[in-house]
């Protein structure tokens, strides 16, 4: 039998109060008393929405947004990078794009995220995993799949893998992501 | 630059939640300790400090901009120069260091570097979002971010390259946790076992609740002083503990922010760059690395941190130490994670790197004198977290790096009876120790080194 939880979950929210218990005078002892009061706890909610630019990284998510994986490359020395960079950090110079899409890649390190940040939850468990694509420097951030994220091995370290776009592009990285090829 | 000495601190009790105070008060309680310790009131003291530098990782947390002029302002001392310092796990350690600066350049005879995090405002989940802000939010938030992930992949590639274990890993969390249970101002106060940290949820595998820190509400305080500093404190009253805790080596190191971006150097990038002197010097330990570069081995890769590296070579330099094992009598490590820990003996050449799993389990960080229900091979050889670390103490972060720094002068000044009513956490004859704090993936690492004075 499933082990039941013995506690309730806690939430935030709740009925609306108007009013807290203090003194009806505020004679010294009354005061005095202030000092043993339990602390109040409001809720205060903060939302926002920013127009994030990726400014020169844009053509990356545009290439994903039609299934192809770009990198930048330093012109001179051919150093590649995974995720874009507008700028080489050896020569400073002004980095090209290349197009990776079609290259071998491979699994250089993973795990499987069984809990997470309140935005990723509901994905729970799912694979965050580094690839390593051939030729190129840096690694790629991606999620993983086409694995059971309850059966995790270190053999799936070297594992070839290869990329998948969505459909209906987001303009996130995860438009992208692996799968064993 | 002049000689700089680290002289009182103070911590509050790092806990869950501290509802019943706001962030000034939580810091003013070490501040008031850091005080009381040399013997003096809170006006005295006031008259003579010269300034503050502030230490909070998140403006998101605490919803509040500017908070670092709000505890300046609460603790009376406008309007005296300050400044908020910020490089997430970090900053305890950068504050620490830009208290340092303070006094070595002249500009200070006495500085306080305070620091606070109040995480408990958000849950638990909530929290680790805006931690995890502190990664690319271009390109690496949006993939699932979670700080436990990020060092999870770390601790895959380790394993895979090092053939280090999770029982390795939990070797650090039941030192951890033991230590922590002499430590008073400890969040976490339990006996564990390897089995119980196998056994705890899995988070990010193979990492288990029980091999990461846990969020904190909590302060600290360090009070830095110069010779005249000392002077001027002592003719008002103040009773500074002898012999003298000096400041005698700080480092720093910096990496990429996106962990993927960190590059793969080869043998002799790493030899020439990055090597410790000791590595070096050693015809065994350079085959030793040949071999693993022969495997396929590269540097850092995602298995180590360069920063950390920097900073402790950076350090050690300063401070005159060629063999920080030997020379050392306890470190104080950012251990947000187990794996973090021993990756962190490796960059502090407590150990070469790729050794860190069988060090972690061989007994030489343990503390001597305590039973952790463990058959270590070896005696404890330099003490690594004593006070329990940021995994059983927890990590309120800006007040992280200055915890251990207080620690470490207590360590120090020989007062670890007189500070946790309880002396098994005493390093015996301590003489140096050095304290480490870390941010992000390995972003900003320092390294600072505390010893007795001659």
Known sequence: ?181 | MRPVYAISGGVSKFAKARPDKTFQAVIKEAYDYAIADIGLDFESFTRIVDGSVASYFSDHFARQLMAGIMAHDYLGLCPKPSHRVEGGGATGGICFQEAWKNIASGHMDVCVAYGFEIMSHVETWKGNEFIALASDVSFDYPVGGFYSGYYAMMVTRHMKEFGTTPEQLAHVSVKNYINAFHNPYAQKSQRITIQDVRSAPMVAWPLTRLDICVMSDGAAVAILASEEGLKKLEAAGAKIARPLVEVTGIGRGTDAMRMADRPHVDYDAFMCDYATEQEKSSDETRAYYKKLWAHGTRYPGVHSFRAGRTAGNMAWKHAGIEDPLHELSFVELHDAYTSSEIQTYEDLGLCRYGEGGPFAASGKAFMPGLDYGLKLPEKPVCPVNPSGGLIACGHPVGATGLMQAVFAIWQLQGSIQKHFRDDRLQVKNAKRGAIHSHAGTGTYVTVSVLECEG
């Open chain 1, 1 to 181: 039998m499933a082990e039941l939880p013995s506690r309730r979950e806690e939430t935030l929210g709740g009925y609306i109060v108007h009013g807290v218990p203090f003194p009806v005078d505020t004679d010294p002892d009354s005061l005095a008393f202030l000092k043993r009061m339990a602390p109040i706890l409001i809720e205060q909610e903060y939302k926002i929405t920013y127009l994030h630019s990726y400014g020169q990284d844009s053509p990356w998510f545009a290439g994903l947004a039609n299934k192809h994986l770009l990198a930048s490359r330093d012109p001179e020395s051919g150093y590649t990078y995974a995720n874009p960079r507008g700028h080489d950090m050896f020569s400073g110079a002004e980095t090209e794009w290349i197009d990776i899409t079609d290259r071998p890649a491979k699994v250089h390190a993973f795990t499987v995220c069984h809990f997470g940040s309140e935005e990723f939850l509901p994905e729970c468990p799912f694979v965050l995993a580094l690839i390593e694509i051939e030729g190129v420097n840096t690694l790629l951030l991606t999620r993983l799949m086409g694995v059971d994220p309850y059966q995790a091995s270190l053999d799936w370290i070297g594992m070839k893998v290869r990329p998948y776009f969505l459909r209906n592009s987001k303009f996130k990285p995860t438009d992208v992501y692996f799968s064993p090829s």
